[in-house]
C-alpha cells in the first residue's frame, strides 16, 4: 500500500469538495444560533489555503463563504490539526491564518473587515485540554491591566471523538466516521459501519467514495489489513466488492508509478504489489518475492487485477508459472 504525502489534508479536503457536504458540516455541527443566521443556499467554498506546505503534515484548512440571511457574507475558517494530541498553540495558527484572510483589506484601504468565524476540528486520540481562548496564551500574572489592550478572540472547537456523526448527507457522516476511527483500534470493526452508510449515496458514487475512504485509511493505521477489507465488503456490498478491489488495486499501483518516475516506476510497483501479496498470503519466501520483482511494470498491473480472484497461494503459484513462460523471460 502506498504512503501518500500528506494523507489527512487530501482526505479532508476530499470530503469538503461538495457543497452539500460542507453544508450539512455548517447545518449540524456548529452553534445552532449562529446557524439560524446562515442562508446555507447559498455557500461557496474557497480553494485557496493559508498553510505554508510545510506544516500540512500537521494542519489542513477550509474557508467557506456563506450568505448572511441579514444580507451581507460571513466566512467560515475550518483548521483541521492532524496531531494526535492538541497543540498549544494552535490559537496563534488560527490568529495567522484569520490575518490573511483580512490582509486584502489592509491592501485595498477597504472596512468594514469580513466577519470570519472560526473553528478547529480535531481528531487526535488525546483530550482536548487548551484553551479556546487566544487571550490564554498570555501570561498577565500582575499585569491585568494589560488583558483589555491585548487580542483575543476564541474559535469554536469541533472534537469528532466526543461528537456523534448520526446527522448530515451520507458522505459527510461516513467521511467524519471515518476520521473518527482512524487511530483507534476500533478501526477494523467500524469499516462496517462506513460501508453501510456509503451504500446509502447514489449508486454511482459508492465504489469511488469507498475506494477515498480506504486509501486515506490504509496509509494512516497499520492495521488495516487486505483480509479485513475484502470480509467487510462482503459484507457490507458483495455485489461490488470486486469492482471496488480491483479499482482500490489500481490506484495503489497508480500512486507508485506517480511516484517511481524519480525511483523507477516497476521498482515501486513491485513494492506495491509485494505488499498486497505478503499481506493476502503471508510471507512468500526469498524465491518466490524476487519472482514478483522481476515481473514489468504490465505484468503487475495485471497480477493486481487478477489477485481479488486468488484464494490460495497456489493461484499465485499458477498464475506465475503462466506468465513467465520461458519465452516470456527470454
Excluded at 303 to 313: D, G, P, V
Amino acid at each position: 500500500m502506498t504512503d501518500l504525502p500528506n494523507p489527512h489534508d487530501r482526505f479532508f479536503k476530499e470530503l469538503f469538495s461538495q457543497l452539500d457536504t460542507a453544508a450539512d458540516f455548517v447545518r449540524y455541527y456548529l452553534p445552532e444560533d449562529f446557524v439560524e443566521t446562515l442562508d446555507l443556499t447559498q455557500l461557496e467554498i474557497i480553494k485557496e489555503s493559508f498553510i505554508d506546505e510545510e506544516l500540512r503534515q500537521y494542519f489542513s484548512d477550509l474557508l467557506i463563504k456563506v450568505r448572511l440571511k441579514r444580507g451581507g457574507e460571513v466566512f467560515i475558517y475550518i483548521l483541521l490539526e492532524h496531531k494526535s494530541s492538541p497543540d498549544d498553540l494552535v490559537a496563534l495558527q488560527l490568529l495567522v491564518y484569520l490575518a490573511q484572510i483580512w490582509l486584502p483589506n489592509l491592501r485595498s484601504k477597504t472596512k468594514p473587515l469580513p466577519l470570519v468565524f472560526p473553528v478547529v476540528f480535531y481528531h487526535g486520540d488525546e483530550d482536548w485540554n487548551v484553551s479556546r481562548s487566544f487571550n490564554a496564551l498570555f501570561d498577565f500574572t500582575g499585569l491585568e491591566s494589560l488583558r483589555e489592550y491585548t487580542v483575543d478572540f476564541k474559535h469554536h472547537l469541533c472534537d469528532v471523538s466526543k461528537v456523534e456523526v448520526t446527522k448530515g448527507e451520507p458522505r459527510l457522516r461516513a467521511g467524519m466516521t471515518t476520521l473518527k476511527y482512524s487511530r483507534s483500534d476500533e478501526l477494523p470493526s467500524r469499516l462496517r459501519e462506513i460501508f453501510e452508510t456509503v451504500k446509502q449515496l447514489p449508486e454511482g458514487r459508492i465504489s469511488g467514495y469507498i475506494r477515498t475512504v480506504l486509501i486515506y485509511l490504509v496509509n494512516v493505521k497499520n492495521n488495516l489489513t487486505w483480509e479485513i477489507i475484502e470480509l467487510e465488503l462482503e459484507t457490507a456490498l458483495p455485489e461490488q466488492k470486486g469492482e471496488i478491489m480491483k479499482s482500490l488495486a489500481e490506484k495503489w499501483i497508480e500512486e507508485g508509478e506517480q511516484k517511481g518516475v524519480q525511483i523507477g516506476a516497476q521498482q515501486e510497483a513491485a513494492k506495491l504489489t509485494l505488499r498486497l501479496l505478503h499481506q493476502r498470503f503471508g510471507i512468500l519466501g526469498a524465491e518466490l518475492d524476487e519472482r514478483i520483482r522481476s515481473l514489468s511494470t504490465e505484468q503487475l498491473e495485471t497480477l493486481i487485477e487478477a489477485l481479488s480472484s486468488f484464494t490460495s497461494k497456489d493461484d499465485l503459484l499458477v498464475w506465475l508459472d503462466k506468465e513467465m513462460k520461458p519465452e516470456a523471460q527470454s
